[in-house]
């Protein structure tokens, strides 16, 4: 059983920063063998990628509207995947959800199998 839990949401101010963290557990493999996504789903909108790592951390995306303020990162000894989060937005509240995939097969785009409950993100202007 494959589990992914998020923490690390809340009430932030515009301009704040916030580090989303993803505990992850069950994998046969450790974190090198996969790749990791964060997806943001707002309030009436539907669930889109925000950044993603391949499997050997070398290639990363991430969406236009956060570029250069968030930053995906993983802690392979720990089992942990981070969003780091500056410069925050209104616009960028919403549910923050982790993912783990097989394959990634560009930007955010593969095979999510297992996600995350979700943390709420609440930024206010």
């Known amino acids: 059983q494959v589990q992914l839990v998020e923490s690390g949401g809340g009430l932030a101010h515009a301009g704040d920063s916030l580090r989303l963290s993803c505990a992850v557990s069950?994998?046969?493999?450790?974190?090198?063998?996969?790749?990791f996504g964060w997806f943001r789903q707002a309030a009436g909108n539907e669930r889109e990628g925000i950044s993603c790592?391949?499997?050997?951390?070398?290639?990363?995306f991430a969406a236009d509207s956060v570029k250069g303020r968030f930053t995906i990162s993983r802690d392979v000894a720990n089992n942990m995947v981070y969003l780091q989060m500056n410069n925050l937005r209104p616009e960028d509240s919403g549910v923050y959800y982790c993912?783990?995939?097989?394959?990634?097969?560009?930007?955010?785009?593969?095979?999510?199998?297992?996600w995350g409950q979700g943390t709420q993100v609440t930024v206010s202007s």
């Open positions: 069950g994998l046969p493999l450790d974190l090198t063998y996969y790749p």
């Open positions: 993912a783990v995939a097989n394959n990634l097969y560009r930007n955010c785009e593969g095979d999510f199998r297992t």
């Open positions: 790592i391949s499997n050997d951390g070398i290639t990363t």
